[in-house]
């Protein structure tokens, strides 16, 4: 009887499965969760986990398509944790739970990066109940999916940046109680400005000059309105928001919140794990095309790129002082793990930890940061572009979060205007673009720019057309290899 190599391939998978291992007296046959084995923050604690079996981990949770025996879903509990009436649809586009995976909208042009606009979220939509089939701006804020690629590296200049402004402020306040008047500082971080401050001798702040940051003056890399402090809080929202994932860090141990019948969802040590994926991801590089008419291209581009001003808000490089990142982050509000809460924080470095390519070493400690953003909020709408200005729910509040008593003034929403400063280190891979994913090219993007960024906008379309392809060609070589 002849024998086919399908046969045989067979026979070896089975005898590979027969050997023992170290965990076959916890073999679940049939049904079972996406994530069998939890990471334990102890053994990332006392490191008996190398980086690389840390980032492996993360990188399972990140890519895990959850199910319900993993605990996905979230039948009495919204987004933001708060109860809700069950017996709601247990997948929904606008208020969630809408995705099994994480990697299921970061996927362009690779696991982490950004999405399609089929990925887009309904941000807020996740806070309501009963939940909303509308998927209007009265009810959320739609987004598109962002990369992750080279978050370590903006979480940390975020920290660098907000540790500057708080020392500015508290500066201020030493300065004011000795002399017993107001006084006044101006807020400048990696030279970019975000006004001034002004401290009372009581201590009060009068944020009424800060701009482009929360009154708190901690940097919020992330979400698109600068609203989340690090990957570690995005990662304890996102898991509750799009799949019904709660954490134990954020809901506590042996609670079931969301009455789906699962306690104790994710560990500390699973948030670490995915957190440290994240923050190692691959930065975005310049990749210098071949055919020597594009190149020439490129490096015109970009010389164009900064003429026209693109450069002071999209600002080419920022400068580290340190490489090393580490976990929890400092800022991280109530509910994420805090820096406290640990024995010492898990330390990486980014210029030799993890996936390359990596940050470029600067001097002895710090490193090179190529993301063209200035993480600072601009308004870009003005009477004749207001593209940018579609949203009407606010994101949270300018307060940020500090006490609404350290502040002379009440807080305000964060205006539903303002949006962080792209980061352009990936724009050949992150399209479509907009912060809704509904512009197809750059050139549609950056006609839009009103507002603030109105002077830069008319520079580039009153150039030459060659000029203009030439910007183009240069945002081009900026990939996710």
């Known amino acids: 009887m002849r024998e086919y190599p399908t046969n045989r391939l067979w026979c070896v998978a089975i005898a590979v499965a027969l050997v023992p291992s170290a965990e076959a007296d916890d073999v679940t046959i049939g049904e079972r969760p996406a994530i069998e084995h939890h990471v334990d923050q102890a053994d990332i604690d006392a490191r008996r986990l190398r980086f690389d079996q840390i980032f492996s981990l993360g990188e ?27 017996g709601q649809p247990a997948f929904i586009r606008t208020s969630a739970p809408d995705s099994n995976a994480c990697a299921g909208c970061h996927n362009l042009p690779h696991v982490g990066g950004a999405g399609d606009f089929v990925a887009n979220v309904f941000v807020l939509a996740q806070t309501l109940d ?10 959320s ?67 009424s000059e800060i701009v482009g940051v ?87 581009g970009r010389k164009v790129f900064n003429a026209v001003g693109c450069s002071s808000c999209h600002i080419p490089q920022m400068v580290l002082r340190s490489r090393i990142f580490t976990e929890p982050n400092p800022y991280n509000p109530v509910g994420n793990l805090r820096p406290a809460d640990v024995a010492a924080p898990y330390a990486l470095d980014l210029t030799r930890d993890g996936p390359r390519p990596q940050l470029e070493p600067w001097g002895r400690d710090g490193a090179i940061v190529r993301a063209f953003t200035d993480l600072k909020r601009h308004d870009l709408c003005d009477a004749d572009y207001d ?23 009440a807080a305000p929403p964060r205006p539903t205007s303002q949006f962080l400063t792209r980061k352009l280190w990936d724009a050949g ?20 720019h009103g507002g603030e960024a109105r002077a830069s906008r008319d520079a580039f379309f ?3 057309q060659e000029q203009r392809d030439a910007v183009i060609e240069f945002l081009k070589s900026l990939q996710v290899l």
């Not at 590296?153 to 201020?172: C, D, F, H, Q, V």
Request: with cysteine.
């Open 60 to 86: 399972t949770l990140f890519t895990a398509r959850f199910n319900s025996l993993d605990g996905e879903g979230r039948p009495a509990s919204t987004g933001a944790g708060t109860s809700r009436q069950p």
């Open 130 to 139: 009963p939940v909303t089939f509308s998927v209007g701006p009265e009810s």
């Open 141 to 207: 804020d739609e987004r598109n999916t962002l990369g992750m690629n080279g978050s370590g590296a903006i979480e940390l200049l975020a920290r660098e940046m907000s540790a500057a402004l708080i020392e500015t402020r508290e500066r201020a306040k030493s300065l004011a109680a000795k002399t017993g008047s107001p006084t006044r500082l101006l807020l400048t971080a990696n030279g970019v400005r975000f006004g001034a401050v002004t401290v009372l001798p009581d201590g009060r702040v009068d944020p």
């Open 214 to 300: 929360d009154w708190d003056l901690v940097v919020k890399p992330f979400h698109q309105k600068g609203a989340v402090v690090s990957l570690r809080e995005f990662t304890n929202n996102a898991m509750n928001h799009h799949h019904g994932m709660q954490s134990v860090e954020r809901f506590g141990a042996g609670t079931d919140p969301d009455q789906d019948g699962v306690t104790n969802e994710l560990t500390v040590g699973d948030i670490t794990a995915t957190t440290l994926y994240q923050a190692a991801l691959p930065i975005p590089v310049q990749r210098l095309p071949r055919q020597p008419e594009r190149l020439a291209a490129v490096f015109e």
């Open 387 to 409: 593209f940018f200005c579609n949203e009407r729910v606010p994101q949270g509040s300018l307060r940020g979060n500090a006490p609404a008593t350290d502040f002379t003034i």
């Open 429 to 448: 891979s992150s399209d479509p673009y907009g912060h809704r994913g509904d512009l197809t090219t750059m050139t549609e993007a950056i006609n839009y």
């Open 462 to 464: 009153d150039l030459e």
